[in-house]
């Protein structure tokens, strides 16, 4: 298939954006070779997420020789699932706002189709606090996205909603909210492995 001649700022304006703070040994050079690299890996109409996953793989690949490179992958597995959760590429208060949303809309839905338990979810979303999700590192974020987030039609949950089970269960059993916001606040900065407390 031909290669598609506009990838070249897409595919480095996403690596440049996941980068931002995150310093590495890699030379301007080294990643102008990336990005030759990964596109030299996509096709003709390719879509978003498939740039986005090329870009990982190819990141990823590199880890052992430049561990730095786990952040930026980490960040670009954010980026790519806040797309597909809210719709658009969005930073600052309009992403804080769009991942709240989301957060208790899609929670709202998997309580209906039986999935989560009766809960709160408004009371969730005032503890969610976008920046601890820059915690996670790429393999936890990859597999929460590959094994732990609701499976729906539609992808909703930001990564903080891997505390469903717990929270539901407190907001459930005990009704008191003060007790949901303790449990989330202070497991959310991720004290705890975060696989742990799925039941």
């Known amino acids: ?6 990838t070249t ?12 703070d995150i310093e590495t040994n890699l030379t301007s050079g080294d990643w102008d070779a990336l990005v030759t690299e990964i596109e030299r890996n996509l096709y003709e109409s390719v879509s978003i ?17 430049e561990p730095k490179l786990k952040h930026i992958a980490a960040d670009l597995c954010r980026q790519r699932y806040y797309r597909e959760i809210c719709g658009n590429d969005l930073t600052g208060f309009e992403l ?4 709240r949303e989301p957060f208790t809309t899609n929670l709202h839905r998997g309580v209906d189709i039986g999935l989560p ?14 920046d601890r999700d820059e915690q996670l ?7 929460l996205y590959q094994r732990y987030f609701l499976k729906t039609e539609q992808k909703g949950e930001p990564p903080q909603a891997f505390l469903k089970t717990q929270l539901g269960k407190t907001i459930h059993r005990n009704g008191r909210k003060n007790s ?3 449990s989330q606040n202070y497991n959310s900065p991720h004290r705890h492995p975060p696989f742990s407390i799925a039941a």
């Open 180 to 182: 949901t916001m303790f």
């Open 9 to 20: 700022p897409n595919v480095r304006s996403i690596i440049d954006r996941a980068r931002t």
């Open 49 to 65: 997420d498939e740039v986005y996953q090329a870009i990982i793989q190819v990141l990823t690949a590199r880890i052992e020789a």
């Open 117 to 130: 338990e009766q809960c709160n979810v408004n009371d969730l979303a005032e503890c969610v606090e976008l």
């Open 1 to 6: 298939m031909s290669q598609r001649s506009t």
């Open 137 to 143: 590192e790429y393999m936890p974020m990859e597999t």
């Open 96 to 99: 804080d706002r769009e991942y």
